[in-house]
């Protein structure tokens, strides 16, 4: 008989219960149902199609964009004691012929393999071949163009319904609005399936955004204050500032790695090796890092540069705390962020359309950080759900911030853009408005208009700030020709005449400091001193066990494992197999091991 998906979860995985819809969504994928399901990340999403594919007879069929993802998903799952390989480029002839033996055999439960290679002849003829037990289709939001990440080869993968009718398809992402809901549907065929949406809601995750002021400086004051010791994330818009702010961390004393596509492929391998596999490590990375890490332990995600839209903030951000524990997402922007993303989305040669869509998330974007709003209310609002409360974990809850009436700052401004040409950038505009007397004012003659002078009740930044916010409510437009200039947006007359009332926000003097434990957000969680020792002591434990596999130390028990450890010391094998997280195959591997380092005196 085959096992039940309660059985898998405690016997293969460690866990008691399933969390949320995950019991759904496993017993009707079971049951042969087609699914698409919207969950977020550290949601549980790859328990949607791992257990379904353990209780059914076959293969199951595992379609991944990244190399990474199949590589880390792969290890984590042989650590289970589950028969597990991939299919990528990175193999040998050999190897990926033994592979494909193997499934025909019927002597793997699961396949990772990236589309291209699925949507060969000589793959399908394989499939043709194997008992098949699923499709797992990942990261779905690549199949619409629609969505933040469109890949053209996932419009083929519709052919498994065709040619595989009687094996169930689930496809799964986490960020999908939605009009990109609706076109996975449609494209991949799933409209007879049944859809599960998911919460979007991350509660351990504390969101933050600041005006850009020394970007650097706030973000190496972030670094020290709340993370030092820390494995995060730093994403830049540019390969070249990727570089520069890596070598600049390491410069002041943070283990930081850069990664983006212009590096040698060798030299991003070792970067991602090591970020996994050590302890604390700063990956700083362009977009082309992320979708394949599964690293449960990212205590924060910080952005020097806007993404693109909220999706991409979204799934960027949920790379952070997969493991539950307390995390940070961190961002700064200005207005020239906002410059250089038009001017992306206008370069592109993507149809109008497409920049139409692009246009509007990233509005959707400066709204949610110039938002008064709790911001995870705006977020999840977003994506179609309400938190009826704030959420008491983002800057906006913790610092409420002041709103007042803007009206007159914003007829000021708009009026003093529009006399100074629209074609200068808000620096200048705010010297004029401040009656700043520099040489290249009095160059322009713009110390004799009536708008000269006129704004002294601000002080420079807080123009900035007004500016900011102007823009993100189209009143004002950057000029993407790469000058930064402003001018005058197409909604703005109501404004000008003061017919429209303008409400502004008032940014904080100084970021709040918010007391972290030195240990890090595990050890956040054990109160006893005794309790952290211990803690501290497991993990080195693991990591001199992973690195004799030289594998990531999570792959062996998650920070969240171990917490649990240090609280209940287990004196027995089955008493530390109750504990979540430690399914059969790891009790038995390496059981001995840490019931041997909680068995100690607190000294050793």
Known sequence: ??????????????????????????????????????????????????????????????????????????????????????????????????????????????????????????????????????????EAHCVSQWGHDFRPEYLELALLRERYPGVPRIALTATADDPTRREIVDRLGLAGGRIFVGSFDRPNIRYRVRAKDNPRAQLLSFLRQEHAGDAGIVYCLSRAKVDEVAAWLCDAGVPAL?????????????????????????????????????????????????????????????????????????????????????????????????????????????????????????????????????????????????????????????????????????????????????????????DRLSTFGIGGELSKTEWKSVFRQLVALNLLVVDVAGHGGLHLGPDCRDALRGERPIELRRDRRRERKVARAAAGAAAELLHDAADRALFERLRALRLELAKAQGVPPYVIFHDATLVEMARRRPRSLPELGRLPGVGEAKLGRYGAAFLSAMAQPSGG
């Not at 042969?32 to 199951?60: E, F, N």
């Not at 950038?425 to 401040?434: M, N, R, S």
């Open 258 to 446: 850069p990664y983006h596509a212009g590096l040698d492929k060798a030299v991003r391998a070792t970067n991602q090796d090591r970020f996994l596999k050590e302890d604390g490590v700063v990956m700083v990375a362009t977009i082309a890092f992320g979708m394949g890490i599964d690293k449960p332990d990212v205590r924060f995600v910080a952005h020097l540069d806007l993404p693109k839209s909220l999706e991409a903030y979204y799934q960027e951000t949920g790379r952070a705390g997969r493991d539950g524990l307390p995390s940070d997402a961190w961002m700064v922007y200005g207005i020239q962020d906002v410059a250089k993303l038009r001017q992306m989305i206008d370069a592109s040669e993507a149809p109008e359309r497409q920049k139409l869509i692009e246009r509007r998330k990233l509005d959707a974007l400066l709204g949610y950080c110039e938002t008064a709003r709790c911001r995870r209310q705006v977020l999840l609002d977003y994506f179609g759900e309400r938190l009826a409360e704030p959420c008491g974990n983002c800057d906006t809850c913790l610092e409420p911030v002041e709103v007042f009436d803007g009206t007159v700052l914003a007829q000021k401004a708009l009026s003093c853009v529009y006399r100074t040409g629209q074609t200068f950038g808000a620096g200048h505009v705010i010297d004029v408005l401040t009656g700043t007397d520099g040489e290249r004012v009095r160059q322009f003659g713009h």
């Open 1 to 138: 008989m085959s096992p039940s998906p309660s059985d898998v979860l405690r016997s293969v995985f460690g866990y008691e219960s399933f969390r949320l819809q995950q019991a759904e969504i496993i017993d009707h994928v079971t049951a042969g149902g087609d699914a698409l399901v919207l969950m977020p990340t550290g949601g549980g999403k790859s328990l949607c199609y791992q257990v379904p594919a353990l209780c059914r007879p076959g293969v199951g069929v595992v379609v991944s964009p990244l190399i990474a993802l199949m590589q880390d998903q792969v290890e984590a799952l042989r650590q289970l004691g589950v028969r597990a390989a991939a299919l990528n480029s990175s193999l040998s002839y050999g190897e990926a012929a033994r592979v494909e033996r193997e499934m025909r055999q019927g002597a793997l439960d699961l396949v990772y393999v990236a589309p291209e290679r699925l949507l060969t002849a000589p793959f399908l003829d394989a499939l043709d071949d194997c008992a098949l037990a699923l499709f797992a289709i990942d």
